[in-house]
């Protein structure tokens, strides 16, 4: 790429001194007036050179006006640098003079081999190389923040236990049907059998109230012969009372 140079067809349109320069601004402007001179810039004058378009973009706010830096570039022989074919290398800079990116990028631009250091000295290298500038890829994925995972695999955890939670559902209410239709043969195959009562009844509650009702009905039905008898027998007695009462 061939290097911007001052031209010397350029001529800066007559007017007068729209605002005056404090001693240390004019300073930053001289000095960034003479790096723009120079036909090979350093990192080094680049730096000067944003240094001296900052203090005129600042000055430029505080009086205010639509084409009010233009004119202080102009009047200190930065004229050239608002031209068109200028204005990207201007934006670039200013981008790179920030506050928030010298530092960095100046941290990186020295810790560059020296060759690198000369080749990638002007905006436009300094833009397109130096990660304080890089811009994300499409195709990057963002990283899964600590607090994601962790909350994943406790999700998974929970999964993981209400699964072995409705596993043993089901064999508790396979067993509950074992119960109510096959009846044990001897106190040996009782599957109560050893069971404290306590035990018994937490079986009971975790099974389904269908399943409760269920065995209930089949006791209930199991206990009403014992009812039964009593009561026969009462209706036996009772008979032969009542045939002593007719033989007197």
Request: glycine share 4%.
């Amino acid at each position: 790429m061939t290097p911007m140079t001052p031209s010397s067809a350029y001529k800066p349109s007559p007017m007068h001194n729209i605002t005056g320069l404090t001693q240390d601004e004019r300073t930053l402007v001289e000095a960034a007036k003479e790096a723009w001179k120079s036909l090979k810039r350093t990192f080094d004058q680049w730096i000067t050179l944003g240094r001296g378009i900052a203090c005129l973009r600042e000055r430029a706010n505080q009086v205010g006006g639509r084409n009010t830096f233009q004119r202080l570039m102009e009047e200190n022989g930065l004229g050239e640098l608002i031209l068109p074919k200028s204005k990207a290398v201007v934006s670039k800079l200013e981008k790179i003079m920030k506050p928030e990116n010298l530092d960095r990028v100046q941290q990186w631009h020295n810790g560059l081999p020296p060759v690198s250091q000369v080749a990638w000295a002007s905006p436009s290298s300094i833009m397109a190389r130096c990660p304080v500038f890089a811009t994300p890829k499409p195709n990057d994925k963002p990283k899964a923040k600590p607090s994601l995972l962790e909350e994943n695999k406790t999700l998974r955890e929970q999964v993981e236990q209400f699964k072995a939670r409705a596993q043993e559902q089901d064999e508790e209410l396979a067993s509950a049907k074992t119960l109510k239709t096959v009846e044990p043969k001897s106190p040996a195959s009782n599957p109560l059998r050893g069971m404290t009562f306590g035990q018994i009844v937490d079986l009971i509650l975790e099974l389904p109230k269908s399943t409760v009702k269920a065995i209930a009905h089949d006791l209930s039905r199991e206990a009403e012969p014992k009812r039964g008898k009593p009561k026969a027998e009462a209706k036996t007695k009772a008979k032969p009372k009542a045939k002593t009462k007719k033989a007197a």
